[in-house]
């Protein structure tokens, strides 16, 4: 009667077979959670720099109404920031919005408020 001390080559490629699989679905896995991060990053990048412009037009360090672009965190952003009336003629809204470029995509948008303009 014949010892069986190993495994048959069929035995090796079915386990080779199944663990390929399995580190595939791992990568995939993986590579979704990273551009998930990234997305997540850019949004709080974002959010930080509309919330920095709109407390410089607050603070009066800052005309509404204006456009630019600027270097954040090694990375390029465009924003806006605009006034717009509010039923208290004694408050005016402050619309900032920023952008990720190069591609433009809009990651934040804030309104705040402000005394209005003294005419």
Do not use: C
Request: glycine share 4%; no cysteine; charged share 10%.
């Amino acid at each position: 009667m014949l010892k069986n001390n190993g495994m048959t080559l069929l035995e090796v490629l079915v386990a080779l077979a199944i663990l390929a699989i399995a580190l595939t679905a791992v990568l995939r896995v993986t590579a979704s959670s990273i551009r998930q991060t990234t997305y997540l990053q850019q949004r709080s990048l974002a959010s930080w720099i509309a919330l920095d412009l709109n407390n410089r037009v607050v603070a009066g360090l800052m005309t509404p109404n204006i456009a630019g672009t600027m270097t954040f965190a090694q990375q390029q952003w465009r924003w806006q920031v605009t006034r717009a009336p509010s039923p208290n003629p004694a408050i005016s809204l402050i619309h900032t919005t920023v952008m990720h470029l190069p591609d433009n995509t809009q990651l934040a948008q804030l309104t705040g408020y402000s005394d209005a303009p003294k005419k």
